[in-house]
């Protein structure tokens, strides 16, 4: 799967103009090699992953060793309708392929605006096909971007 989300990722990864002592979150890190190259190429203040998957995080851990030690990534497991975070804590939440997986879209939204600073961003990538046209995540996603 990372593989394959290699471009969208790196698209992702630039539209998020990460600025210096930026905190984000990436919701669904995989085996973590987007946060890799978060840190990697940037100055982030720091990232904390999600994950559902105990094989993502160990993988990920793996991955980002040196900068979990270094303080700049921290991994979480868990679910995007339940955030382990206190409120208004980041900058920007990236997710790449995620939403189709979400249990409840509503709450996931909520969730990521509650964990959001004010004037925080999200930057959700998804592939939309004839088949998205007719899931909820549609609109819930459009009643989310016109009211924040």
């Known amino acids: 799967m990372q593989r394959g989300n290699d471009t969208i990722n790196g698209w ?3 539209l998020l103009k990460i600025e210096e ?3 984000l979150l990436e919701v669904g890190i995989s085996n973590g090699s987007t946060l890799n190259r978060i ?3 940037t100055r982030v203040g ?5 994950d559902l998957s105990n094989e993502m995080i160990k993988e990920a851990k793996k991955k980002n060793k040196k900068y979990i030690e270094d303080g700049f990534v921290e991994l979480h497991k868990g679910n995007i309708i339940s ?4 409120d208004s804590v980041f900058d920007k939440v990236l997710s790449v392929h995620t939403l189709y997986f979400w249990t409840d879209i509503n709450q ?3 969730e990521i605006h509650r964990v959001l600073k004010p004037g925080g961003k ?3 990538s ?3 096909n004839h088949k998205w046209k007719k899931c909820e995540g549609q609109k819930a996603l459009i009643y989310y971007t016109q009211t924040r």
């Open 12 to 14: 992702t990864i630039d």
């Open 21 to 23: 002592n930026d905190v």
């Open 39 to 41: 840190v990697n190429n």
């Open 46 to 50: 720091k990232i904390w992953g999600l």
């Open 83 to 86: 955030l382990p975070y206190t």
């Open 108 to 110: 996931g939204f909520s």
């Open 122 to 124: 999200l930057f959700l």
């Open 126 to 128: 998804i592939t939309i």
